[in-house]
């Protein structure tokens, strides 16, 4: 039964993650303008096409060179996203009901379990549909995250024009399905849901502040992003470098170098995962918050009453 409900949990999340592969490559019109401004960060397999020669000229210098550079990103988006697809539909197919399950499908079902059971806390019983959409952007930034430290890969989220594209397709999903509810639910709620005369008087000040937060919200969620990924890749990319340069002052003509970015390759796992959940959490709050009906609050209140009321009957 577990594996029936994990492997529709896993149909909705490959789905949802061509759906991520879509507007996350929406991110190419901004390619352009980031290609300008270089960074210090460790090279990818398309920096590595770009620096071999044909004819004595590198594929860089060319017409071809430069948009392929200022695709660059995309481009290993484009790539993690084709390989995690192909992954979820392998692992997909062997879901099925075993009397001894393998390794790789107890895996898969605790990490489903565990996801699910996380977004349902945050999400709650009535919003419990967008669960396979968080979950994707859960999984998908991670991976992104996480790419920055395969060798000849780097992290997409590392580029502002992924993670504003990200925080975009979330504002624009929570804000469709808060319309969803009538113009009155999302006018109340822009007014800060007033219900006396004091809320009503202050209420246009609400709308000034609540309207502002329709702006500012995608945009702290794609800096937020978008610096820790920066700053983690400029991270290694320098203490790779200084590490080349140490062993070149020491053993001149040597093209190895000391790792010194090692030790920091853990900090940035811990890093990819932690800003995956923030964004996760952060944009399942902005999604309750304008989906959440004024009728629910009450029986929420109630339930808190109750349940401390059994705590105090309990002790």
């Not at 390759?265 to 999604?287: E, H, P, R, W």
């Amino acid at each position: 039964m577990l594996s029936y409900q994990v492997k529709s949990v896993y149909d909705k999340l490959k789905y949802m993650l061509s759906v991520a592969l879509l507007s996350s490559c929406s991110s190419a019109l901004f390619a352009a303008e980031e290609a300008e401004s270089a960074s210090t960060e460790l090279p990818s397999f398309v920096s590595v096409f770009l620096d071999l020669k044909i004819n004595g000229e590198m594929i860089r210098s060319t017409p071809f060179g430069h948009t392929i550079e200022a695709w660059s990103a995309q481009i290993v988006l484009i790539f993690i996203t084709i390989v995690s697809i192909i992954f979820m539909l392998r692992v997909s197919r062997k879901l099925v009901v075993k009397q001894v399950p393998d390794k790789l499908q107890i895996a898969m079902e605790m990490l489903c379990s565990s996801i699910k059971g996380f977004l349902f806390g945050l999400l709650g019983e009535h919003n419990k549909k967008h669960i396979p959409i968080f979950a994707t952007f859960l999984m998908f930034i991670m991976i992104c995250n996480m790419s920055g430290i395969i060798p000849f890969l780097c992290a997409p989220t590392a580029k502002y024009a992924t993670t504003v594209t990200l925080a975009i397709f979330i504002m624009i999903y929570y804000h469709y399905f808060s319309f969803e509810l009538g113009w009155k639910h999302v006018l109340m709620h822009l007014l800060n849901n007033p219900s006396n005369l004091i809320m009503w008087i202050l209420s246009p000040l609400f709308f000034c502040v609540n309207s502002i937060e329709i702006v500012t919200r995608p945009l702290s969620l794609s800096l937020r992003l978008y610096g820790n990924m920066m700053g983690k890749d400029m991270l290694l990319g320098i203490f790779m470098i200084m590490g080349v340069q140490v062993t070149v002052a020491m053993i001149p003509g040597t093209i190895i170098g000391i790792p010194l970015h090692f030790p920091f390759l853990f900090l940035g796992l811990l890093l990819g995962v932690i800003q995956a959940l923030v964004f996760t959490i952060l944009s399942a709050i902005y999604l309750s918050l304008w989906t959440t009906h004024e009728e629910e609050e009450p029986t929420n209140s109630q339930e808190q009453k109750q349940q401390v009321e059994a705590q105090q009957a309990v002790s």
